[in-house]
């Protein structure tokens, strides 16, 4: 008789642990958020980018160069989501890892880098046509920013 009075209580702790381990992105509120990096404000729509542990903490960025800074310091395999801000669409956040990289002098960056992202190589390509630069893969941008 006892159990059956727990079983609700049981269901609802379950339920609170679930929903509490969360690994799904926050919106960046732009003007009001800070850099996790650098802790300028968040205000630039283009190159803004954020990754997520697995523990669900949020991590947001004004640049995707202070992203790459901050993760050259931990294990990436403990952030299941990063994300970047797609320089072809404002506002809209992509995949760090399967994103397309474009440095050019062209387009500034907050923190100078020239970096941007777009999500294919051949959106990468248009940019690189129209303001020449190098273009990257998540891989060859962390060696080229750690080169630095």
Same mark, same amino acid.
Not at 83 to 110: C, F, H, R, W
Not at 111 to 122: I, K, P, R, Y
């Given at each position: 008789? %006892?159990?059956?009075?727990?079983?609700?209580?049981?269901?609802?702790? =379950?339920?609170?642990?679930?929903?509490?381990?969360?690994?799904?992105?926050?919106? =960046?509120?732009?003007?009001?958020?800070?850099?996790?990096?650098?802790?300028?404000? =968040?205000?630039? @729509?283009?190159?803004?980018?954020?990754?997520?542990?697995?523990?669900?903490? /949020?991590?947001?960025?004004?640049?995707?160069?202070?992203?790459?800074?901050?993760?050259?310091? @931990?294990?990436?395999?403990?952030?299941?989501?990063?994300?970047?801000?797609?320089?072809?669409?404002?506002?809209?956040?992509?995949?760090?890892?399967?994103?397309?990289?474009?440095?050019?002098?062209?387009?500034?960056?907050?923190?100078?880098?020239?970096?941007?992202?777009?999500?294919?190589?051949?959106?990468?390509?248009?940019?690189?046509?129209?303001?020449?630069?190098?273009?990257?893969?998540?891989?060859?941008?962390? /060696? %080229?920013?750690?080169?630095?």
């Amino acid at each position: 008789m %006892r159990t059956n009075f727990y079983k609700p209580f049981i269901g609802f702790a =379950i339920l609170l642990l679930t929903i509490s381990c969360k690994t799904e992105p926050e919106a =960046i509120d732009f003007g009001k958020d800070q850099c996790s990096f650098c802790m300028m404000n =968040i205000v630039d @729509k283009t190159h803004a980018a954020q990754y997520v542990t697995k523990k669900g903490k /949020q991590f947001k960025f004004d640049s995707i160069e202070c992203m790459v800074n901050d993760l050259s310091e @931990k294990n990436e395999d403990e952030m299941p989501i990063m994300l970047v801000a797609n320089y072809a669409n404002p506002g809209e956040m992509i995949d760090a890892q399967t994103a397309s990289y474009l440095i050019s002098t062209a387009i500034k960056s907050p923190m100078g880098a020239n970096l941007s992202a777009v999500s294919t190589t051949e959106k990468a390509n248009e940019l690189q046509q129209k303001y020449s630069g190098d273009i990257y893969t998540w891989q060859t941008l962390k /060696q %080229r920013l750690s080169d630095k």
